[in-house]
């Protein structure tokens, strides 16, 4: 990472890289060769720099639900046995909600179906919506041959439903989580493996970029395989910190240093972390 980081260098703005105080670089570039470096390497030896991405998102932008008290969809799923920490995270998310009443709305094995009924409940006015979930292939056989003449969906999916069901959640059905009228929440974060991924052959379109494209201000995401002990931060430092005010760059750049503390168990997910 750090070899890589001098390279990464030279397409940012020399400006961008000079030591004078607190700077935000922006990465929003349509080059799916340069959409996928880890450019976020490049805090690593500057505490004053935050990296974020942005895409195109619609016009005008979509209703937000803002709350004077934040209330949090946390969704989990844990189908044909593929387990998550979802005890620990919910524990983690009562530790600065907990005193409020309805704060946090809890459903788990959720399906596509659970998460769009939940989220177009018009009484419900989410501020926050939380998934905690593994990505998985989008093809049933990975070593389907690629279609090169045609559009492919992206290579990860959501993995929805109980035990007995498996439902891969695309990208398209992200999009259509949200009715139009429904607001969207001021911050999506999705503890997923490779929900942020890049891949320059298949397509361009994450996870992630399915939320931000279909209006939601903030989406965080992991470009590459996500730690549990990663995820774990996901809630107790980006999510506590912007519910209570923080403005979410900084809490995004808090997350990281916290990662980068911890680096022998979460490894890269402070570079992975979007």
């Known amino acids: 990472l750090q070899q890589f980081a001098a390279l990464l260098g030279e397409f940012v703005p020399a400006p961008a890289l000079e030591k004078n105080g607190m ?45 004077k008290r934040p209330r949090v969809l946390y969704a989990w799923a844990e189908p044909r046995r593929m387990q998550v920490p979802h005890e620990r995270h919910r524990r983690l998310l009562d530790e600065y909600l907990g ?35 593994h990505g998985i292939s989008a093809k049933d056989n990975p070593s389907e041959r690629l279609k090169l003449l045609s559009e492919s969906e992206p290579s990860t999916c959501l993995a929805l439903g109980d035990g ?41 379109g994450t996870l992630a970029h399915a939320l931000h494209r ?16 990663g995820a774990d931060r996901l809630v107790d430092v980006f999510l506590q910190q912007i519910m209570f005010g923080e403005d979410p760059r900084k809490a995004l750049q808090h997350c990281r240093q916290r990662l980068r503390q911890s680096a022998d168990l979460t490894y890269y997910d402070r570079v992975a972390v979007v």
């Open 23 to 67: 700077r935000q670089l922006e990465i929003v570039t349509q080059a799916l060769e340069l959409a996928q470096l880890p450019f976020e390497v490049l805090e690593e030896a500057d505490e004053d720099l935050i990296v974020t991405r942005r895409i195109r998102q619609p016009w005008p932008t979509p209703a937000i639900s803002r709350r």
């Open 164 to 204: 007995n069901q498996l439902q891969r959640c695309t990208t398209t059905d992200l999009e259509n989580l949200f009715a139009e009228g429904t607001p969207r929440p001021e911050a999506f974060v999705l503890a997923t493996c490779d929900s942020g991924e890049v891949n320059a052959i298949e397509s361009g």
């Open 214 to 229: 279909s209006g939601v201000p903030v989406v965080v995401a992991s470009q590459f395989e996500l730690t549990q002990a």
């Open 99 to 133: 005193d409020w009443d309805d704060a946090i709305v809890e459903v788990g094995n959720a399906s596509l179906e659970d998460l769009t009924r939940h989220i177009r409940d018009e009484e419900a006015g989410f501020s926050h919506i939380y998934v905690l979930a």
